[in-house]
């Protein structure tokens, strides 16, 4: 079955950098775009950024554009997420998503999330 498990979530000082990975397996990684969105307390999904199946195209909220970067390895069905400067308003659960296109029909599948804790 899909199945999709971040790590490299912490605790970390303001200014400092993570990096999160997500792995990937029980669907063809190469043909998905990755996603990473964050969670808040008492607030909604937001997508930080996207990638495209072959890592030629990225994309990001204006919120962490320059900041945090999207890469993938299809070898390793692996997607990251490089946050650097990272700010207390980071704080917050990241999961990553999987959107796949089967027979014209959209499929999405998240991770379990990992928690960035970033302290002023």
């Known amino acids: 079955q899909v199945q999709l498990v971040e790590s490299g979530g912490g605790l970390v000082q303001s200014g400092g950098s993570l990096r999160l990975s997500c792995a990937a397996s029980?669907?063809?990684?190469?043909?998905?775009?990755m996603s990473w969105y964050r969670q808040a307390p008492g607030k909604e999904r937001e997508l930080d950024g996207s990638?495209?199946?072959?890592?030629?195209?990225?994309s990001y909220a204006d919120a962490v554009k320059g900041r945090f970067t999207i890469s993938r390895d299809n070898a390793k069905n692996t997607v990251y997420l490089e946050m650097n400067s990272l700010k207390p308003e980071d704080t917050a659960a990241y999961y990553c998503?999987?959107?796949?296109?089967?027979?014209?029909?959209?499929?999405?599948?998240w991770g379990q999330g990992t928690q960035v804790t970033v302290s002023s």
């Open positions: 029980g669907f063809t990684f190469s043909s998905s775009v």
């Open positions: 998503c999987a959107t796949l296109t089967l027979t014209s029909l959209i499929h999405r599948y």
């Open positions: 990638i495209t199946s072959t890592g030629g195209t990225t």
